[in-house]
């Protein structure tokens, strides 16, 4: 009689504990959906800062959930925590996930590597045939009158190097910091530029997958040691994941700009709106495709045009092919020839990127290319063609 009261006892203790242990998991389960509910209220008013001790607390409660660690990486991301974020954001990519919010998850990855200080540098020996874009013509007769083409395509060497820095300086805030130093010299033309730009930026995502950087642009140019030109304006580009794991990329640049010269000196506006669309790689090549539309507005007599662009670029691991097409059209008369010009741009370009380093830990990339202008203004044209040894930013 004893034993069977034992046996009740235990059956009555195992029958409690499952049932608290039911009854602690329903417990669990509605704390995590409370919880889950009070973040995403707050973070879509914005208040990530809030809502991340809500996503922190359901996690606690069940550390495996993972469109809880999505949303609470994203959080982390736009208060300025990228290093937690990329923490949350990799473990999510052992999950399976709908190819929306793969792609969602790796572009959030891409741009948390872009946060981290950067410094690179690139280099390129050039030999270029016509570096001044000169006509390749002596004189065009117009309407009669013939005119002499003084500038004549100069076949020469020359040089650049670049220096590009990119940081976070401000403590708790998440602008950044871009700097580039740039020279360039050419042989037969005396020719030397140098210039640098500072640009102040900001990431901000507008969408579960589109993200948009703006930046504020400062240049200064200096043309064989004298001051050549100041530019200052702003750029805005939307990063926008499409179907199939593409991305839209949308542009639009505005500058104004101070120029000198020993001729004059003049200001102006440079406008410009870009659309693109980048292609995931399949079979080992990307595709880039871009249309643009530009235009260009000086203070000064006949200095104005509009530019029509077309690119497209298929990139491989070895080779890049580049193909680009504008029609400029300038406003007014052309001062030199009194007729209203056009001007037909094409330019074709390979990018060949050795396996095999030259220099120990050193890529280095050959550019060939050739570009032509041809003008509505009788034969006036101009060719130029290239080859550039250059080790990439």
């Not at 240049?219 to 530019?231: A, M, P, V, W």
């Not at 304006?233 to 000198?260: M, P, S, V």
């Not at 506006?269 to 980048?278: C, M, V």
Request: hydrophobic letters at 30%.
């Amino acid at each position: 009689m004893q034993g069977l009261d034992n046996m009740n006892y235990k059956s009555i203790l195992s029958v409690a504990i499952s049932f608290y242990l039911v009854q602690g998991v329903a417990m669990a389960n509605n704390d995590i959906v409370a919880l889950f509910k009070q973040g995403i209220t707050e973070s879509s008013k914005g208040n990530c800062k809030e809502a991340i001790p809500y996503f922190e607390s359901a996690l606690e409660i069940d550390q495996n959930i993972n469109r809880i660690q999505i949303e609470l990486a994203k959080c982390l991301y736009l208060t300025g925590d990228s290093k937690r974020a990329k923490e949350y954001f990799t473990k999510s990519l052992d999950y399976p996930n709908d190819i929306a919010v793969q792609q969602s998850i790796l572009l959030f990855l891409q741009e948390i590597s872009k946060k981290e200080p950067v410094v690179r540098w690139s280099a390129s020996l050039v030999y270029d045939s016509n570096p001044t874009g000169s006509s390749d013509i002596d004189s065009i007769n117009i309407n009669g009158i013939q005119y002499n083409v003084d500038s004549k395509p100069k076949a020469s060497w020359g040089a650049n190097l670049t220096h590009y820095t990119k940081n976070r300086p401000f403590k708790d805030s998440d602008y950044f910091v871009e700097t580039i130093a740039s020279t360039a010299y050419f042989d037969k033309h005396d020719n030397t530029q140098v210039s640098a730009d500072i640009n102040l930026g900001k990431e901000v995502m507008i969408s579960p997958s589109s993200l948009m950087t703006v930046k504020g642009l400062y240049n200064k140019t200096y043309y064989q040691g004298d001051h050549l030109l100041d530019s200052t304006g702003i750029n805005a580009t939307i990063y926008h994941q499409l179907d199939g794991g593409n991305t839209g990329i949308y542009g639009l640049t505005i500058k104004d700009f101070d120029y000198t010269e020993s001729r004059s000196a003049y200001s102006g506006t440079d406008k410009k709106f870009q659309f693109g669309i980048n292609t995931q790689p399949k079979d080992g090549v990307s595709y880039f495709g871009e249309v643009s539309y530009a235009t260009y507005s000086a203070d000064r007599n006949s200095d104005s045009n509009k530019t029509r662009g077309l690119q497209f670029n298929a990139s491989g691991d070895v080779v890049s092919a580049l193909i680009g097409l504008s029609k400029v059209e300038y406003d007014g008369i052309d001062e030199t020839y009194s007729v209203v010009r056009d001007d037909t741009k094409r330019k074709v370009e390979f990018t060949i990127k050795p396996k095999t380093q030259f220099i120990n830990d050193l890529n280095l990339n050959i550019v060939l290319g050739y570009s032509e202008t041809d003008s509505n203004i009788a034969s006036y044209t101009s060719n130029k063609s290239y080859v550039y040894f250059k080790k990439p930013l």
